[in-house]
């Protein structure tokens, strides 16, 4: 198990480092100079000269990028150009409307999309799951900012039930900040659930026809015991590799939602920050999404191990046919090929 | 010659037969050939020409003069939505070219040589999924400026470790077979073995990811419009009518509604057709049913 989770936090270490680069590099070749852009037009090249040195930017491009990576590990993002203030303060008051968002929205689709899958499953064919499956069908091709437009104009205009965008702030009250998350979260979450309830439904189906199934069922067990304490679990891996999935694109489909809705998140704050040339707000805040996922694609790597005790007794070896980030029918395909292997090993022994 | 690992039954007549008892495929089918031929049209006729600006008619509610109704500059929306189902299509057919284009032969070449080549191309594969599609889509949008062939790019990109998987995946589960063993021993090279047996065997796989990442990269190219990254104005895309319907859901919910329900179904189609294909042409599902 050791060294199953030191592979991966070494990976995942070493995807970080490359991503700074990658970012580093991008912002590098930028057109536009921070100094220039502080000053003004006006400012005269000697100004500009100097303001320049101040900032490092004449140092050699090794140094300024330790410079900033350093900065980074230590949270020091350097300081906004346009708001002259730490960026790490602008991202602070900003993650506190667009985490919660996410977050909020990851509870809704697991807490509908697992009920959904497991009503599926166990109804597979009939017509309860052709419903439900068509409905997942419909919900995956929603563009999750049309659907916003919709919500908003059932909801907000025609039903005054909540408020039409915007974002009162955590001290006007909990209950009101969380109203005006509603809407926003329930857009980002149904398109979520209706993927994640496919994936459920079919890795269900998938252990449902396992042997072991039989002999829970056969010793006696009921449907609904064997269907959510065996079933279930093993069916968890596809569903957890989906989550962590998903999480990135929620944390992502915050930039837009939060366009919809007015609401002063991370994603109306780098859309500001690239209009205004703000290219420091906008390295962090991308360095920040970036790392978020690869901190989650590690947790889930973590949770697999949790779950599925085997892949504590291999180490390693099993998790390399694992698509971390394709879409779920190659997930779904790969699960498969990763249980016919590990079965023919187990009757090998 | 080319080898395939296929059952006696699967001849054209078998498949053709499958094809045409599946529901999926078929609407899927139906609904895909209807997009496009609706943009195809475009080019010769819409209703309304969607660059004639009458402000007498801005904001009318769908008629049956305007079906769909008209937007802010009195366009009619069913022309704009004609006309912007050419942008959609181009955009996510394009971006899934380079995807295959490129991440085919990586993956491809990473399955075939397998060592430090495979593990450096994992790695990097990686490193692309750590950034999510819509935030590298901004960072070259904030390079190279706003823009449809942009669009292309930031998605295309992201298409590329996607298609790399999945060809590693499938080759990785056909270069152990028997028949490859036998051609390696006819003294074929990594590069023909390749070409001639491993990727027409994958072909199927490819061609459902495909149908997948085109019903993405429909959503996508709409996600990014609609920020105004996407198709510049006057060029109508269904993201930018969104993002123009924004701020009059009140006055004029039509300008929403109907740009919407237009890359809905688009999208569906897609993912039905793709589904469709899977269930006709995977030897495994065939298994299960």
């Known amino acids: 198990m050791t060294a199953y989770l030191l592979k991966r936090i070494i990976i995942a270490a070493l995807t970080l480092v490359l991503a700074s680069m990658v970012v580093f590099a991008v912002m590098e070749i930028l057109p536009g100079d921070p100094a220039r852009l502080m000053l003004g037009m006006n400012a005269s090249a000697d100004q500009i000269e100097v303001l ?43 993650i506190a409307v667009s985490l919660p968002l996410a977050l909020i929205a990851l509870a809704l689709s697991t807490i509908i999309a697992i009920p959904v899958g497991v009503f599926s499953a166990s109804r597979q064919g009939r017509a309860g799951d052709t419903l439900a499956m ?40 909990i209950w009101a900040a969380l109203k005006s998350l509603l809407l926003p979260a329930v857009a980002l979450a149904l398109p979520q659930a209706a993927i ?97 996922v690869i901190l989650i694609n590690l947790l889930v790597d973590f949770s697999y191990a949790i779950v599925d005790p085997r892949l504590r007794a291999i180490p390693g070896k099993v998790r390399s046919g694992f698509p971390s980030g394709i879409a779920p029918k190659q997930i779904l395909r790969a699960v498969q090929r990763f249980r016919e292997t590990r079965n023919r090993s187990r009757g090998r022994q | 010659m080319t080898m395939r690992i296929d059952l006696p039954e699967e001849t054209i007549a078998g498949v053709l037969a499958k094809a045409f008892g599946n529901r999926s495929f078929l609407i899927g089918l139906a609904i895909t050939l209807l997009v496009v031929a609706v943009a195809l049209l475009s080019f010769v006729w819409t209703p309304y020409d969607v660059t004639k600006l009458v402000i007498a008619d801005k904001t009318q509610a769908p008629s049956w003069a305007h079906w769909f109704g008209t937007d ?33 032969p990586l993956g491809a070449f990473a399955a075939a040589r397998g060592g430090l080549a495979d593990e450096a191309l994992m790695r990097v594969n990686d ?16 390079i190279f400026g706003p823009g449809a062939v942009n669009a292309i790019i930031a998605i295309g ?36 073995i390749t070409v001639e047996h491993i990727l027409p065997n994958i072909a199927t796989l490819l061609l459902v990811q495909g149908t997948i990442q085109f019903a993405l990269g429909i959503l996508a190219e709409a996600g990014l419009s609609y920020v105004g990254l996407g198709a510049q104005p006057p060029m109508p895309s269904w993201g930018r009518m969104l993002f123009d319907a924004q701020t009059r859901m009140v006055t004029a919910p039509w300008m929403a509604i109907f740009p919407g329900m237009a890359i809905v179904i688009t999208v569906l189609g897609l993912n039905l057709l793709g589904d469709g294909i899977a269930d006709i042409l995977d030897p495994k599902s065939r298994r299960r049913r």
């Open chain 2, 157 to 192: 990109i992201f298409n590329i470790p996607v298609f790399a998987r999945v060809t590693r995946a499938g080759a990785l589960a056909i270069w152990p077979r028997e028949f490859i063993l036998a051609a390696r021993a006819a003294g074929k090279g990594l590069t023909r």
């Open chain 2, 127 to 142: 490193l692309v999924f750590a950034f999510p599609a819509l935030l590298s889509a901004i960072m070259i949008t904030a």
């Open chain 2, 72 to 104: 802010h500059f009195g366009r009619d929306i069913l022309s704009m939505i004609m006309v912007g189902a050419r942008n959609s299509i181009a955009v996510a057919l394009v971006a899934v070219g380079i995807g295959m284009g490129i991440g085919v």
């Open chain 1, 52 to 94: 320049r040195n101040q900032m490092g930017l004449n140092a050699p491009l090794v140094l300024r990028y330790l410079h900033w990576a350093a900065g980074l590990l230590s949270l020091d993002f350097g300081r906004s150009y346009t708001y002259s203030v730490p960026v790490v303060d602008l991202v602070r008051e900003r």
């Open chain 1, 196 to 292: 994640l309830a496919r994936v459920a439904r079919s890795a269900l189906i998938e252990v449902l026809n396992e042997d072991y199934i039989r002999t829970a069922r056969a010793k006696g067990l009921p449907y609904r015991a064997v269907l959510w304490r065996h079933a279930l679990r093993n069916a968890m891996i596809p569903v957890l590799t989906i989550l962590g999935l998903q999480f990135a694109f929620l944390l992502a489909g915050t930039i837009i939602i939060e366009n919809v809705f007015y609401l002063p998140g991370l994603g109306r704050l780098i859309f500001q920050a690239i209009t205004q040339r703000d290219l420091i707000v906008v390295e962090s805040i991308v360095m920040l999404l970036v790392t978020a």
């Open chain 1, 134 to 173: 068509g409905a997942a069908q419909l919900g995956v091709a929603v563009p999750n900012f049309w659907f916003a437009l919709m919500l908003i104009y059932l909801f907000a205009v025609w039903l005054h039930l909540v408020p039409a965008g915007g974002f009162p702030g955590w001290s006007a009250g």
